[in-house]
Nanobody, 120 residues
Framework: QVQLVESGGGLVQAGGSLRLSCSAS????????MGWYRQAPENERELVAA???????NYSDSVKGRFTISRDNVKNTVYLQMNSLKPEDTAVYVC??????????????WGQGTQVTVSS
């Protein structure tokens, strides 16, 4: 079992910043990919940013240059620094982590989601 705990969402004015955190715990042997998705009402879930074990990153075009994803491999934590936030960034942000458990089985876990609301 791998559990994810997210934090850092909230309400912010347009142009402001927020930092999301997601910590993974449980029977983890290794983590491959970590990422953040978001889902706004009546929209499909979309990938916001992802980072793999080697440090390579991938961003949605809509957040490039404004958001930065990073990870702490010791703490099994992924961060999403969100700057220059826009009202269209309003969504529930969900953490996703994939890797290998202590029993050498693949896992793909999702967080419970954290609300980010950007006011205009």
């Amino acid at each position: 079992q791998v559990q994810l705990v997210e934090s850092g969402g909230g309400l912010v004015q347009a142009g402001g910043s927020l930092r999301l955190s997601c910590s993974a715990s449980g029977s983890i042997f290794g983590i491959n990919n970590m990422g953040w998705y978001r889902q706004a009402p009546e929209n499909e879930r979309e990938l916001v940013a992802a980072i793999i074990s080697g440090g390579s990153t991938n961003y949605s075009d809509s957040v490039k240059g404004r958001f930065t994803i990073s990870r702490d491999n010791v703490k099994n934590t992924v961060y999403l620094q969100m700057n220059s936030l826009k009202p269209e960034d309003t969504a529930v942000y969900v953490c996703n982590v994939g890797g290998i458990t202590s029993w050498r089985r693949a896992f793909n876990s999702w967080g419970q989601g954290t609300q980010v609301t950007v006011s205009s």
